[in-house]
């Protein structure tokens, strides 16, 4: 407490309580946003950016053994240079694993952003009954995790133990392998789009939301069909959600893991290198090179930031030239 006297305050005591001047609280208001970003920094620091400073540090090194490798000294850790980078460069399983992902991402990110944008304009239509229960049933899918759907869906390809194939047998109809050769893509494709279409379209149907009922209103006015309001006016008012999700389904694409692993056991046709980021797990964690894993996850890294540099560039660079028209 304080009491005013003459201007001046006092305290508890009767000694004078000196105000802070101007320019001290336009400091302790410039610092407070520094303040609260402390914590999330200390965070990013520890857990993100040291981890990746680590792998980094890694790549450049290996291991030198003298001798039969025996005794205190005779494995040493020693500069590598771009040693484990030109390995992995030429490296085969790493190239065939890459090429891989190339044609699974050909598959998933087409269907899924498909699936998803027409979701999106079925649940933004008026003739659309039960919504909240339809956006809750198509976004379910994306809150189970990805390791349980891989099993649940690895348990509907055998052939042994699925439903589908027993109805199938009943019926006489033919009965594909979805677990070995090209179907396996199919296979591997069906799990991602099941689980990522509801994220997407959530993300693209809020942003229909936000588009303004005078829009629609307009077009209603000038006899505009219910096709063409969602082909001319939806559908290019959400290209930034549409360009955000596809952000986000290229990156998930370049590093699938779950998928091919969880499905591994369950067939031959899936290596322990299927995709880049299998390979780097199996150097790092079954060979115990961890130095060539390091060079392995910084070059897949890298290819992810450029890109979606690249992208976004271009998304930005044509979003400019649409504007200035």
Request: charge should be positive; charged fraction near 15%; include cysteine.
């Amino acid at each position: 407490m304080t009491t005013a006297h003459r201007g001046r305050s006092y305290g508890v005591k009767g000694a004078p309580y000196a105000h802070p001047s101007p320019a001290t609280t336009l400091k302790r208001a410039r610092s407070a946003p520094y303040l609260f970003l402390v914590p999330a920094t200390i965070l990013f620091t520890l857990f993100f950016a040291l981890p990746i400073g680590y792998a980094v540090w890694l790549s450049f090194r290996k291991v030198h053994v003298s001798g039969l490798g025996l005794g205190s000294g005779a494995r040493k850790e020693v500069w590598a240079g771009v040693e484990n980078y030109t390995d992995a460069f030429t490296d085969s399983e790493l190239l065939d694993g890459a090429l891989r992902v190339l044609g699974y991402g050909c598959i998933v990110v087409p269907v899924m952003l498909g699936l998803a944008l027409l979701f999106a304009l079925m649940l933004d239509s008026e003739k659309v009954r039960l919504t909240p229960f339809t956006r809750l049933a198509i976004f379910l899918p994306y809150a189970i995790p990805g390791v349980v759907a891989a099993l649940l869906w690895g348990f509907l390809y055998l052939p042994d133990v699925s439903p589908f194939y027993y109805v199938l047998e009943k019926l006489g109809m033919p009965q594909p392998d979805l677990l070995d050769g090209g179907p396996l893509y199919l296979a591997l494709s069906n799990i991602a789009v099941w689980g990522g279409t509801g994220f997407n379209m959530i993300v693209i149907y809020t942003s229909l939301q936000a588009i303004p009922a005078e829009v629609y209103e307009a077009a209603k006015l000038d006899g505009a069909t219910p096709a063409q309001i969602a082909l001319r006016i939806k559908i290019p008012m959400v290209a930034p959600s549409l360009v955000l999700t596809f952000f986000f389904s290229i990156i998930a694409t370049l590093q699938v893991f779950n998928e091919p692993t969880t499905l591994k056991p369950l067939t031959n046709s899936v290596s322990t290198t299927w995709s880049p980021l299998m390979k780097v797990y199996r150097d790092a964690f079954g060979t115990g090179d961890i130095y060539q894993a390091a060079a392995e996850a910084v070059i897949i890294a890298f290819v992810t930031l450029v890109l979606s540099f690249g992208f976004l560039r271009a998304a930005n660079r044509r979003n400019k030239q649409e504007a200035a028209r």
